[in-house]
Nanobody, 121 residues
Framework: QLALVESGGDLVQPGGSLRLSCVASGPMKYVTIGWFRQAPGKEREMVSCITARGRITHQAESAKGRFTTYRENDKKTAYLQMNNLNVEGTAVYYC???????????????WGKGTSVSVAS
């Protein structure tokens, strides 16, 4: 079992930045981490996926050039740095983990409860 806790969500103005954190309850050096988001009235979508070794295997088109995914395994933490946020970034952001696969998907076994991001002027 691996518990995940996201933090860093907030209300921010368009063009602003936030850094989300995902802290794991145990070692994560062999764990693939996915960042997902679910906007009001929409389905959950994958934002990015980072393997245990730090390779980015997926990044949503809307995130390219603005979002950066990275991790610090010794701190058991993964991050989603979001810059130049727009109103479409309003969503609950989740991190998920899988210790058996390098592929991120909605079927990942471990999920946090999410952190809320609101982008509004």
């Amino acid at each position: 079992q691996l518990a995940l806790v996201e933090s860093g969500g907030d209300l921010v103005q368009p063009g602003g930045s936030l850094r989300l954190s995902c802290v794991a309850s145990g070692p994560m050096k062999y764990v693939t981490i996915g960042w997902f988001r679910q906007a009001p009235g929409k389905e959950r979508e994958m934002v990015s996926c980072i393997t245990a070794r730090g390779r980015i295997t997926h990044q949503a088109e809307s995130a390219k050039g603005r979002f950066t995914t990275y991790r610090e395994n010794d701190k058991k933490t993964a991050y989603l740095q979001m810059n130049n946020l727009n109103v479409e970034g309003t969503a609950v952001y989740y991190c998920a983990a899988d210790g058996q696969s390098t592929v991120c998907s909605a079927g990942m076994p471990y999920w946090g409860k999410g952190t809320s991001v609101s982008v509004a002027s």
